[in-house]
């Protein structure tokens, strides 16, 4: 079955340094986004990503985040100066129209 | 924007017990109802879904409800085994924004 898949699994970095968190998604889906879990805490939206734009943002996802499809399989997350309240799990996840949303495993993120 | 609320926040029973999950959400024109099942450290797994076009859908010892009037669909799990606890979170999503808006999950304890 296919799978999205992303990397790191796990990531620790000093507070300021910029992280890029990577992910490929399912190859036939057209729909690619970012959500992130605290631990502990629930799922959150951060972005979705569509005919290579943004086309949604949640409060969270402020100028210290940005995301790319630099290549047809690649989407990336890039935040640029973590903060400790950056830490969290950041799943990657994929879709069509309509359908069902995929997970990806996860990158969890420990800045310190 | 939509809000989903999630009840109740944890939940024990015993193997074979029935468990009930329930969530409210705000903007009736959410139409797609998906509900994951989280493992500690693992994605959440998709496990059943409705959309606002039914009433009710079942897969073996697994259903959910929908009530789009009152604006509250339930998780329904049946004959629990040990292996069905986990954290699951209810989510919410609008066409044509193509975000899922989560719950704050329901950790569910079967003991044999």
């Known amino acids: 079955e296919p799978e999205v898949t992303q990397t790191p699994s796990h990531q620790v970095t000093q507070m300021g340094q910029e992280v890029i968190l990577r992910c490929v998604p399912i190859?036939?889906?057209?729909?690619f986004y970012w959500y992130r879990q605290i631990l502990g805490q629930k799922v959150e939206f951060l972005v979705s990503f569509y005919n290579n734009e943004i086309s949604e943002k949640s409060e969270i996802f402020d100028d210290q985040f940005s995301v790319e499809r630099p290549d047809g399989s690649n989407f990336t997350l890039k935040i640029r100066s973590t903060k400790l309240e950056d830490s969290a799990m950041y799943f990657c996840?994929?879709?069509?129209?309509?359908?069902?949303?995929?997970f990806g495993e996860g990158s969890w993120l420990t800045v310190v | 924007g939509e809000n989903v609320e999630q009840h109740p926040s944890t939940l024990s029973v015993q193997e074979g017990d029935s468990a009930v999950i329930k969530c409210t959400y705000s903007d009736s024109a959410s139409n797609y109802f998906p509900w994951y099942k989280q493992e500690l450290g693992k994605r959440p797994q998709l496990i059943i879904d409705i959309r606002s076009n039914v009433g009710e859908k079942k897969d073996q010892r697994i259903a959910v409800t929908l009530n789009k009037t009152a604006k509250h669909f339930s998780l329904h799990i049946t004959e629990t085994q040990p292996e069905d606890s986990a954290v699951y979170f209810c989510a919410a999503e609008t066409t044509g924004f193509q975000k899922l808006v989560f719950g704050t999950g329901t950790r569910l304890l079967v003991s044999p």
């Open positions: 996840a994929s879709s069509n129209a309509g359908n069902t949303i995929y």
């Open positions: 190859s036939n889906h057209l729909y």
